[in-house]
């Protein structure tokens, strides 16, 4: 069967049964604590959580998910199960179903939609879960096919506490010939004889500290089903790399190298490597039975060299897919996090390639087989296909440097470790594996051709503690998350309503109060505090734009102007609906009533109230007359009492939709409080000018320098704008005039700026762009900034392109390998920079005595005297220096070599170097000099230098200069021909020297 096949097969199956399709997600999960997504679950955590629901009719979900593991990268390739980048089919249930119905789909789809042999089925249960035993024997599953096994092997959790549950998993079993040959072996035997290919996880409980299990309120359902593994049963071969997909890619490998892959493996020990050591295997038409493998296999030798050939060819396809994969969902190589995890594989598949004889570039090759393969699943691939290609063309042409490198840095330490007659240590061995990429057999092979072993055993070591680090991040930990009090919250309070498009202020309730990461109910005068409404204008932090800052003022009831203590505001309702009740108990008539400049005749208090509600602006501003003819307006509404004023310097987004508002409380605060939430609009509006320039340079950028161009973080601020993209060398001052001129021009067309929600795929399917590596739910918010800017948006922006006024870039840089920065300014932070730039410009055209137009034709009249002058002074230094060290070699003496001891004139080390070379060159083969001077600031320089002849005669400069050190209140070192030294007292410098004479004995007569 086809790996096509398979994914829409059970896709479409459980879609049937009433599970919503959903997308793979991407790479990058959306929890912080998690390095890269590696099960399908990850983007279920929020249904799993109850912060989001399907709606009906869907009962559950069902995806193929994309994911990489790195967790043993060193063992890829190396067995015929283990993948970096693999498959996950995936079906999920938040309470709409549950065991039962989980356990007879399973069967039914394995037996009757992929049409397994039933005998060959296996089921493992946990052992204490007789209901899960049931149910498969209900239906029709033999006993001794069902296993119960141990807590670790058939009990899922997801730490010390939280959602766990038993598990139940499905095998196939190949035959005896992949066995062990125990008699007792059965599924969860460490032998390939069972095959594990599907996982149910039925979490059904909540772990408590104490270790009890309580029920949770919904049975949840998270399965998994490796695709690769399944179709690689279901095809009759034995390993992941003979399956349709993963051999296309070794084939492009036989292309490049010439090289046949014999599915050979070295057995790995523990049964893992699938084939006898130092064996071959090919289909032949041996017919099927328990006894052989699927597909039979014909033992054939393999050379070593056949096997190393097939290893790279495996690792080659593996790493390229999963390369292809994470670049096209957004990350880059870098040498931590992710990224890093990312460049180790494009460097190992790389090195593999070069085994293999293939001449870099290549890999770009593989990325064009799976897009070809994959592209119409995982548009993304596709969309970014170009940028892939060349991302990978700038490392491999990086790693052909960095190689040289590792080679140099390995001689150096073999050339020491024959000096001292012992190993390459471990240390170094793993610094070349995991900075130079070196694989280990490498290095011993290169240490080998010069005598020298390698410690293996500490570089093991290493390895160890790698790996480890590398477990932390894995699958285990994909319920992890720093943010579970926000999640609880949400759970309790629900998301925030963000009406912050269209209104900078509007009244909201209270929901809850944190306080240095504990929920509380209240805070008074003077206390920080984060405060979640119902509601609120106020933009969170998020998409590369700042937080909105403003103020929440908190009220605490109604004055209606008569003696009767203070009414308390309603939380249900709003303080300008409050203010219309307390004047007049009765339902009070009116003529008309303007909320916001919107006049809209009422009749009822009560409907009137209503309306407002309704209006997500409302604010607490009403004109118009009451039945009694009593005015309602401002002058009523300023007997609101304010008990607090809350300061919001940021406001921040959490876990699905909360809304955080950063700030402190002038006055007091509790949970239920009605608040009038404002923003600071002018702060807003210089954010927005920024935000829509930002996509208009996106856009232009794309034009001026290529499609590749692909966003890759920003910062939208009020005062400035900061853009990085993927591109492959700086930009000229041409491209980045072309890039102002577009945005300019786009801004002066005054087009209009609107946006538009839809489903990721229509988005799309229609060209949007959507940002690198960002992950976008299943809705998402189309940009529209005039006819040639479409993107992925969820931030605030100004209506019209005009209300940006200019728009100034004002640096270019680089912030990492493939990745440009661009800052840039908007409206009046533009037109303040190029007034400043032009004040700058007057001021160097005054001092100068010319007029502005006329400034670079006189700095190059300047610049051109300016080096006719340092030319002369070059000469005449020359000669003074010539004439100078024919005096200075005069004051050498002669030891068992030339001697020099003496001050100079040097402004710095490096001239102080020049000085000895020059003067050891005049001296002869045979000499040495000892060097004194003062830095321009009065420092004092020592520096001694001899010729290896002079060494060899009894010169050791690192021991004189250490000797001689303390006199100039310094310290210093080097080696036997130069060493040198920096002090603090000036005053010692020609003791220094004297001492320096003392030592190598020569006597002040000696003239030096």
């Known amino acids: 069967m086809l790996s096509a096949q398979l994914r829409e097969k059970y896709l479409t199956f459980f879609a049937n049964k009433g599970c919503k399709r959903f997308p793979s997600s991407s790479l990058i999960p959306p929890d912080a604590s998690m390095l890269l997504t590696s099960a399908g679950m990850v983007q279920f955590k929020p249904y799993f959580l109850q912060q989001k629901r399907l709606e009906p009719p869907y009962i559950g979900a069902t995806t193929v998910q994309k994911c990489v593991r790195t967790t043993d990268i060193d063992i890829i390739g190396t067995t015929g199960r283990h ?236 790493h390229s897919r999963a390369v292809t994969f994470m670049i096209g969902d957004g990350i880059l190589p870098t040498n931590e996090g992710r990224g890093y995890v990312l460049r180790r594989l494009l460097r190992r598949a790389m090195r593999h390639g070069l085994l293999l004889g293939i001449e870099a570039p290549f890999l770009d090759n593989f990325v064009r087989a799976t897009v070809d393969a994959l592209g119409d699943v995982y548009p993304e691939i596709v969309e970014n296909q170009q940028l892939i290609k060349r991302i990978v063309r700038a490392e491999e042409e990086r790693f052909t440097t960095t190689l040289k490198s590792g080679h140099s840095y390995l001689d150096k330490h073999l050339a020491a470790a024959r000096e001292n007659c012992g190993p390459l ?253 404002a923003i600071d609009g002018l702060r807003r509006e210089r954010i927005e000018r920024n935000h829509t320039a930002t996509h208009l340079l996106h856009s232009a950028l794309r034009q001026v320098l290529g499609e590749h161009i692909k966003q890759a973080g920003s910062l939208v601020a009020p005062e400035r704008l900061r853009f990085d993209f993927t591109h492959f060398e700086p930009i000229t001052d041409k491209q980045i005039s072309n890039i102002e001129q577009l945005v300019n021009t786009r801004i002066m067309e005054d087009s209009s700026v609107s946006s538009h929600t839809t489903t990721l795929d229509a988005a799309r399917r229609d060209g949007v762009v959507a940002l690198f590596g960002e992950k976008y739910g299943e809705q998402v918010r189309v940009l529209e900034a005039g006819p040639n800017s479409r993107e992925l948006c969820g931030g605030t922006h100004v209506s019209h392109t005009a209300q940006i006024g200019l728009f100034k870039i004002v640096s270019e840089s680089s912030v990492g390998a493939n990745l440009r920065r661009i800052e840039a300014l908007t409206s009046f932070d533009a037109l303040e920079y190029l007034n400043q730039q032009e004040r700058e410009l007057r001021r160097a055209a005054e001092l100068l005595k010319v007029v502005p137009a006329e400034l670079t034709d006189r700095l190059e009249h300047l610049t051109r005297h300016q080096r006719k002058l340092e030319a002369e002074l070059a000469r005449m230094r020359q000669n003074e220096t010539r004439a100078g060290t024919e005096a200075l070699l005069r004051l050498a003496c002669d030891l068992n070599y030339r001697l020099l001891v003496t001050r100079v004139e040097a402004v710095g080390l490096e001239q102080l170097r020049a000085s000895a070379d020059h003067l050891r060159q005049q001296l002869g083969t045979n000499s040495a000099v000892v060097l004194g001077a003062l830095t321009v600031d009065g420092a004092p320089l020592l520096l001694a230098a001899g010729t290896k002849e002079a060494v060899r005669n009894g010169f050791d400069a690192g021991t004189l200069v250490a000797s001689i050190a303390p006199l100039i209140n310094g310290r210093g070192g080097g080696k036997s021909q130069m060493a040198q030294a920096g002090g603090k007292d000036a005053q010692g410098l020609d003791a220094a020297l004297a001492e320096a004479r003392r030592l190598l004995g020569v006597q002040e007569s000696g003239g030096v």
């Not at 007789?130 to 899922?156: K, M, P, Q, T, Y």
């Not at 790399?241 to 190298?257: A, F, H, P, Q, W």
């Open 83 to 318: 993948l970096s980048f693999f498959e996950m089919l995936g079906n999920f249930s938040f309470g709409g179903y549950s065991k039962r119905e989980m356990c007879a789909w399973a069967y039914e789809f394995a037996t009757e939609i992929l049409e397994m042999d039933k005998q060959r089925l296996y089921f493992t249960v946990y052992e204490q879960d007789d209901e899960a035993a049931r149910i498969w024997a209900e239906l029709g599953v033999a006993a001794d096919h069902i296993s119960r096994l141990g807590w670790e092997d058939n009990f899922w959790v997801a730490g010390a506490t939280g959602p766990c549950g038993p598990s139940s998993e499905l095998y196939y079993d190949q035959g005896l010939a992949f066995g062990c040959g125990r008699s007792n072996c059965a599924p969860g035997c460490d032998c390939d004889r069972f095959v594990e290919f599907w996982n149910c996880v039925f979490t059904q409980y909540d772990m408590q500290e104490d270790g009890s299990l309580v029920d949770l309120p919904t049975k949840n359902i998270d399965t998994g089903m490796g695709l690769e593994r399944t179709v690689a049963l279901l095809s009759g071969v034995h390993s992941n790399y003979e399956t349709d997909m993963l051999r296309g890619l070794i084939k492009v490998g036989e292309e490049l190298s010439g090289t046949r892959y014999t599915n050979s493996f070295v057995h790995d020990g523990e049964g893992q490597g699938g084939v006898t050591s130092m064996v071959a295997t090919q289909p032949t038409t041996t017919a099927e039975t328990l006894e052989t493998p699927r597909g039979g296999v014909t033992p054939m030798v393999a050379t070593q060299q056949q096997q190393q050939n097939d290893l790279s060819l495996r690792i080659l396809a593996d």
């Open 425 to 677: 240590s471990g240390s170094v061995a793993f610094e070349l594996h995991d900075r130079f990429g070196f694989p280990i057999d490498l290095t011993v092979e290169i240490a080998g051709e010069q005598g020298v072993k390698v410690d293996t055993e500490t570089f093991e070591q290493y390895m160890e503690k790698q790996r480890q680090r590398a477990r932390e991040h894995a699958d285990a930990d994909a319920w992890t998350h720093s943010d579970a009090l926000y999640d609880a919250l949400l759970r309790d309070v629900g998301p925030t309503s963000f009406v912050g498009y269209n209104h900078h202020e509007l009244t909201a309730e209270v929901l809850a109060i944190v306080v240095d990461g504990q929920a509380v109910l209240e805070i008074g005068d003077g206390e920080a505090a984060e405060v979640i409404l119902d509601r609120t204008p106020f933009y969170g932090e998020r998409g590369g734009q700042v937080g909105d800052t403003g103020t929440l003022t908190v009220y605490a009831g109604v004055d209606d102007g008569s003696d009767e203590p203070l009414r308390p505001l309603d939380a249900q309702s709003s303080p300008l609906e409050q203010v219309v009740r307390t004047i007049q108990d009765k339902p009070v008539k009116r003529d008309e009533v303007a909320v916001r400049g919107e006049v809209a005749a009422q009749d009822e208090v009560a409907v009137w109230g209503e309306a407002i509600e309704r209006d997500e602006a409302m604010a607490p501003t009403v004109k118009g007359k009451a039945a009694d003819g009593a005015d309602i307006g401002t002058d009523t509404l300023g007997a609101l009492v304010s008990v607090g004023s809350f300061d919001v310097t940021d406001t921040r987004f959490y876990a699905q939709g909360l809304f955080a508002h950063v700030g402190r409380i002038d006055g007091h605060l509790k949970v239920g409080d009605t608040v009038h939430a």
